[in-house]
């Protein structure tokens, strides 16, 4: 169980929560909802351990799997194997019996090789005592349903991509829900911020029927509605202009027809209210020319506004930030060009022997398998990392803006401000604040640390910081992840919109049938191929 009593959080001196006590049980699978920015992340974070409450206590009575959305720390040279099994603390089990085996293979002396005989067998006992076999088979199987593959695993951390080390975390987490350690059922309470990011379409059905059956407590953070749907029986939602956390012990469903019936009845009596203190206020202004009617009159207005101030608030529409891509800056048929590029990790070969020609105006759609390096490659043509082989060649006025699906453009360190100052140095200081409201960022919000902002309020900024640059080539690595609908439709009618080229990654076939490619890239092989509506099924496949 967790507990959170009294609790207020705050970013900066905006409120977020006030007041608020909460529980989550075992059995709860809860929906943590509200609008990009209205304080979700910073919520699960403080739940999790992770942050303090600005006033209240959080106390935890079971074990925790937390996932946040950016997953940065642990030790990275480590393998990814290694990192999924020291959930149950077997991952140096399985080093020393290694260890041991070989000594034993090896030793000549008799009572060396007793002794790591003895050893051996201590650490087999352990070993099967913490689930053993069935345990690394259960981790292999998990690994596999959420896209890691067995090379990907022997991969040292460092050198996974970031959506990849994610789902090493993810994998890792349930790992340790899944059969509470040595067997039995688990009372683990997950809390999972956008857990279906960088996942394909069959990992994201795995998962949701993985979630369903857990029998321990869960909060869950996401946008994917089918797995809110399929998975939650109680919702949350933190509405961001009153800082309240309203409780709904009910199933997503339930919940949206709820409050979209709520909502008709507050509208519906507003409006009658209105209709009714207008008629009282026209007759207090005809009572109130008359002197001997004006007490009157004052108790018929006062009794007209008692009758607005006693309705419920009817919902705040949510503001949507404005995205629109501006006209790209001139530049010549061919703006980028790569030859010839290859990436490989140690003896890992992600691609060999890429070629691309961007053309002015293009859309091209890069596709293939989590792993096949997709990502690395929009990292090789932004100039985030070198190439083994081959090279990227820059054509006549080429403007490069990139959008990287971990936020790595962004200086977490650094203030809001500061970040779209650097990268727009040239830009008025009152053209930066205008295009910063217009993204919704405004007041203290400013000088918050960008490390410290929501994964949609991240991308809300990465995305504002290319609009500021006017590229004329633009690489996008998962634009649409972390947002709420209303944004990614903004996203998705300024990809539409935009005249300059685009090289995208993505698993939203929505954000494809946008940007309407003419052509597809197909890793690893590298293959260029004619876009037809046959791509589209493989875009959640990829």
Known sequence: ????????????????????????????????????????????????????????????????????????????????????????????LVRDMEKAQT??????????????????????????????YAAESEAARICANLGLADRVLAQPMGTLSGGQRRRVELARILFAASEAGAGGKSDTILLLDEPTNHLDADSITWLRGFLKAHEGGLVVISHDVELLGEVVNKVWFLDATRGELDHYNMSWQRYLDARATDEKRRRRERANAEKKASALHQQAAKLGAKATKAVAAKNMARRADQMLADLDDTRQADRVAKIKFPAPAPCGKTPLTAEGLSKSYGSLEIFTGVDLAIDRGSKVVVLGLNGAGKTTLLRLLGGMEPADTGGIVPGHGLRLGYYAQEHETLDHDATVWDNIRHLS??????????????????????????????????????????????????????????????????????????????????????????????????????????????????????
């Open 1 to 92: 169980m967790i507990t959170g009593s009294n609790l207020e959080l705050r970013a900066g001196s905006r409120i977020l929560l006030a007041d608020t006590t909460l529980r989550i049980q075992q059995g709860d699978r809860i929906g943590l909802v509200g609008r990009n920015g209205a304080g979700k992340t910073t919520t699960l974070k403080v739940l999790a351990g992770e942050g303090e409450p600005y006033t209240g206590e959080v106390r935890h009575g079971s074990d925790l799997g937390y996932l946040p959305q950016d997953p940065r720390e642990g030790d990275l040279s480590v393998s990814a194997k290694d990192r999924v099994l020291s959930a149950r603390g077997l991952d140096v």
């Open 103 to 132: 000594a034993m293979s090896e030793l000549v002396d008799d009572a060396a090789r007793d002794k790591a005989i003895n050893r051996y067998g201590r650490l087999e006992e352990r070993f099967s005592s913490l689930g053993g």
């Open 425 to 542: 140095p040239d830009t008025g200081a009152q053209e930066l604040r205008n295009l910063l409201g217009s993204f919704l960022f405004t007041g203290e919000q400013l000088s918050q640390p960008a490390g410290t902002l929501s994964g949609g309020e991240k991308t809300r900024l990465a995305l504002a910081s290319l609009v500021s640059s006017a590229a004329n080539v633009l690489l996008l690595d998962e634009p649409t992840n972390n947002l709420d609908p209303a944004s990614r439709e903004q996203v998705l009618d300024a990809l539409h919109s935009f005249d300059g080229a685009v090289v995208l990654v993505t698993h939203d076939p929505g954000a494809v049938e946008a940007l309407e490619p003419e052509r597809v890239i197909l890793l690893p092989d590298g293959t260029e191929d004619h876009w037809s509506a046959e791509y589209l099924d493989l875009v959640q496949l990829a």
